[in-house]
């Protein structure tokens, strides 16, 4: 009985340390390719198996190295999407640099175009900095912009707002030209600001900032979630009445190099027409 109360106890000692050298040392390594497919009746023919390759939160520094960065951007061009969305917090606050960063993701190869929106990290940073490597990287900048993206005649909208903390969010570059028979893509860094679009003109809102919790217990709660909405936009499809959001986990860690039963995520999204039985 003495050894089986010793052996219990030792087992009980351990979990926990192996919980934490999991978090540290495998999950944040452990990247998801998740394959997600959006179906509506506004996507064009033309668009119609379109594969556009959303990631956020890289949050280059101390614990995501320039390697890893380069490592992302072999994977993603290895799916070889036809386009590439960037949501944000390219390098953590305490980076010297987005620079760094900026240098790998020009590497990204999509022929419909490469495209990103500010994260509040990067606003944290002073903002400008981020859009002229980003500009450099020959990638498109959506913060508070919209444009048509076309494919044999056809097109959809794709647009994006600045971050909802440091920025001031409009959408109004996006959605002003398109109508009901438009698909509509939004980014916004931050999904909170789903909840303040009142109009059923944009299809989907791309989202990340949440990082899946980063840390939870088992998937099923999130000590801390950076959201007024609690675990809502923890992961994955949501919906706010008007609009669906995706929120992606993201990539890279902030406060501390960890993940728990929220792994690091590069959502490929496939476009299906709904027009095509």
Known sequence: MKKTKIIIVLSLLF???????????????????NEVSLVSADIPHSFD?????????????AYYSEGRVADIV?????????????????????????SVCFEELKKLQAPLG??????????????????????????TSLDNQGLWIYSSGERIRIGGVSDLWRGEPD??????PANQSDYVILVSH??????????????????????????????????YMPS????????????TGFTTVYVTRGIG?????????????????????????
């Open 74 to 98: 072999t994977r993603i061009n290895a799916l070889k999407p036809d386009m590439v969305i960037l949501g944000g917090d390219y390098a953590s606050r305490d980076s010297q640099s987005t």
């Open 15 to 33: 979990i926990p340390i192996i919980a934490l050298a999991y978090s540290f040392f495998i999950e944040p390594y452990y990247l998801d390719v």
């Open 171 to 176: 959408p109004m570059p996006t959605i002003n």
């Open 114 to 139: 490469k495209y990103g929106v500010l994260g509040n990290h990067d606003y944290w940073k002073g903002g400008l900095e981020a859009l002229l490597n980003m500009n450099r990287a020959g990638i």
């Open 49 to 61: 198996g379109k594969r556009i390759i959303f990631v956020s939160d890289i949050h280059n520094g």
């Open 253 to 277: 860690m902030t406060f501390l190099p960890i993940r728990f039963f929220a792994r690091p995520e590069i959502t490929v999204l496939t476009l299906k027409s709904a027009q095509i039985s």
């Open 190 to 223: 931050n999904p909170d600001y789903a909840e303040q679009l009142k109009t059923n003109l944009v299809d989907i809102v791309l989202s990340g900032h949440t990082h899946g919790g980063q840390v939870t217990l088992f998937g099923l709660w999130v000590p």
């Open 228 to 239: 007024d909405y609690g675990q809502k936009y923890k992961g994955g499809f949501a919906n």
